[in-house]
C-alpha cells in the first residue's frame, strides 16, 4: 500500500503550514489536510498515517486503515478521550521541540519575580514609596517540580543552574544534577516549596490531585504555577487557600475549560496571574523536523521515541 499522510489541524491556515513544511521534509510521500474537499474516499482508506492536534470527532472513520497518529504537542489526553480514537493506532507525541526551553523560561520569570518582589516593588512605586526589602540569596527559594518528564527536567535543570534550591516529584525515579528526586511522599515534597509549579500530565492519578488537602500542605506565602493541564487543581480550593492568605500567588497558564471562560473568578482576582495557555508553543520547524524523523524511522521498523502508553496517559 502507498503510504500516505494526512494532516489533521483544524485551523485552516495552520494546516496548510504544516502541510507545506511536511512535504518538504516527505517529498516523496503524498502528503493532504482534511481541509481540503478533493480527497476521495479512497484516497481517504489507502491513508495510513496522521499527523495533528485534536482531530475533528468524525475524523478517525473518515480515515479508517491508520496506522499511527503524531501528535503535533506534548500532551496528549485530548487525544485518548477522543471518542472514536481506534484502540490498535499508535500513538507518538512531540518531545520538547523548543517547548522545554520556552516552559523553562515561563517558570524562571515567575519565580525571578516573586525572588525579586517584583509586584511588591511596583504597588510601593503605585504609592510612591521608597523601600528596599531585604536581598536574599536564590538558594533560599525553593521551588519544587511537580513531573519529571521532558518538559519538567529542562524546567528543574534551568532553575537549579540560575541558583534556586530545586526538588522534583515523579513517578518513576529520574536523576537530575542538583535536584532532589522524589517517587513518593507528597506532603513531605509539598512542604518544602515556596514555589510549586505543575508540568504533570493529565492522567487519573494527576486529576484535581491538587486540592484543598493537598494544597495546604505548602508553607505559607507559597505559589503555585500550572503549565500543564486545569483539572490537576481544583480551581475552588485554589481560590480558597489564595483568599485565606495561605498561598501568596497563583500563575495560571491552563485552565479545566479553554479559553477560560469571561465570568470566571481568576480572571479578576488580584493574587492570579493568566496567560492564555501559552507559556510553550508548537514551533513549526522544530516540531515537523521531529515528526518527519518520527515518520521516515517508522516506516523503516523502527521505534521511534515519544510512543504513548496508553495505560499510563502519556
Ligand atoms: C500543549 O499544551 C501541548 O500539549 O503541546
Known amino acids: 500500500m502507498l503510504t500516505k499522510i494526512v494532516i489533521s489541524i483544524n485551523a485552516e491556515t495552520e494546516a496548510q503550514r504544516w502541510h507545506e ?26 491513508t495510513v498515517l496522521a499527523v495533528g492536534w485534536k482531530p475533528k470527532r468524525e475524523f478517525f472513520s473518515r480515515y479508517p486503515n491508520l496506522l499511527a497518529f503524531f501528535n503535533a504537542g506534548a500532551g496528549v489526553d485530548a487525544l485518548l478521550n477522543h471518542t472514536g480514537l481506534p484502540q490498535k493506532l499508535e500513538i507518538f507525541r512531540v518531545e520538547d521541540a523548543g517547548m522545554g526551553q520556552q516552559m523553562a523560561l515561563y517558570c524562571l520569570q515567575e519565580c525571578l519575580r516573586r525572588h525579586n518582589r517584583t509586584d511588591d516593588y511596583a504597588s510601593q512605586q503605585a504609592q510612591g ?25 529542562q524546567i528543574a535543570t534551568r532553575l537549579s543552574e540560575v541558583g534556586f534550591s530545586v526538588s522534583g516529584f515523579s513517578t518513576s525515579k529520574k536523576t537530575i544534577a542538583g ?60 481560590l480558597t487557600l489564595l483568599d485565606a492568605e495561605h498561598l501568596a500567588g497563583a500563575t495560571l497558564d491552563v485552565f479545566r475549560k479553554e479559553p477560560l471562560p469571561s465570568d470566571h473568578p481568576f480572571w479578576k482576582h488580584p493574587k492570579v496571574r493568566i496567560t492564555p495557555h501559552s507559556s510553550a508553543q508548537t514551533l513549526l520547524g522544530p516540531s515537523v523536523d521531529q515528526i518527519s524523523g518520527k515518520i521516515r524511522q517508522y516506516l523503516r521498523g523502527e521505534r521511534p521515541s515519544g510512543l504513548v502508553d496508553r495505560s499510563l496517559h502519556y
Open 129 to 153: 514609596i521608597w523601600r528596599s526589602f531585604e536581598s536574599r540569596p536564590l538558594s533560599a527559594t525553593h521551588v519544587g517540580i511537580f513531573g519529571l518528564g521532558v518538559l519538567g527536567k
Open 21 to 46: 513544511a511536511l512535504a518538504s521534509r516527505l517529498p516523496e510521500i503524498p502528503v493532504h489536510n482534511v481541509h481540503q474537499l478533493e480527497i476521495s474516499e479512497r484516497e481517504a482508506a489507502s
Open 179 to 238: 535536584v532532589e528526586t522524589y517517587t513518593d511522599d507528597l506532603s513531605g515534597f509539598l512542604n518544602r516549596c515556596d514555589v510549586l509549579i505543575l508540568v504533570a500530565p493529565l492522567t487519573e492519578a494527576t486529576d484535581s490531585l491538587f486540592n484543598r488537602a493537598t494544597l495546604a500542605h505548602l508553607p505559607r506565602g507559597a505559589q503555585v504555577i500550572n503549565v500543564a493541564r486545569g483539572p490537576l487543581l481544583i480551581d475552588e480550593d485554589l
